[in-house]
């Protein structure tokens, strides 16, 4: 059996996750990271980005709307913003959301924040990806 590690993800909301895992990959801002169990001592913001988790040989995906990652030699901790699994994703409602940023983003009004809606549409995009599976 491999090594596990404890992982806790939180939300404002909610403790998004909590439990045993092998791995984890999550997107920094300075690119993809793997976590093994005895990693050393890390702080670092996270990206807008699939977390992707390994829990008893099987990978699951969930969208992450950035955040900070702490992790120890036996313990990582996300705080995040907003985390969703492919099945709590209304995929409608980020296709709309995509829909406006790239609309914003085209069309640019003066009171239009070019970094909120690029944000947006990394937020939509990231959802829509974990909710098809791709």
Known sequence: MASTFQLEIVTPDRRFFEGQ??????????????????????VSPLEI??????????????ACAGGF????????????????????????RAKAAKKRAEEHLKNPQENTDALRAK????????????????
């Open 21 to 42: 895992v092998e791995r984890i990959v999550v997107r920094t801002i300075q690119g993809d990271m793997g976590i093994l169990k005895d990693h050393m001592f890390t």
């Open 49 to 62: 980005g699939v977390l992707k988790i390994k829990q008893n040989g099987k990978y699951k995906e969930a």
């Open 69 to 92: 990652i702490q992790i120890k030699e036996d313990k990582t901790t996300i705080i995040t913003d907003s985390a969703e699994w492919p099945e709590e994703i209304d995929i409608e």
């Open 119 to 134: 944000a947006a549409l990394k937020r939509a995009l990231t959802r829509i990806r974990v909710a098809k599976g791709e």
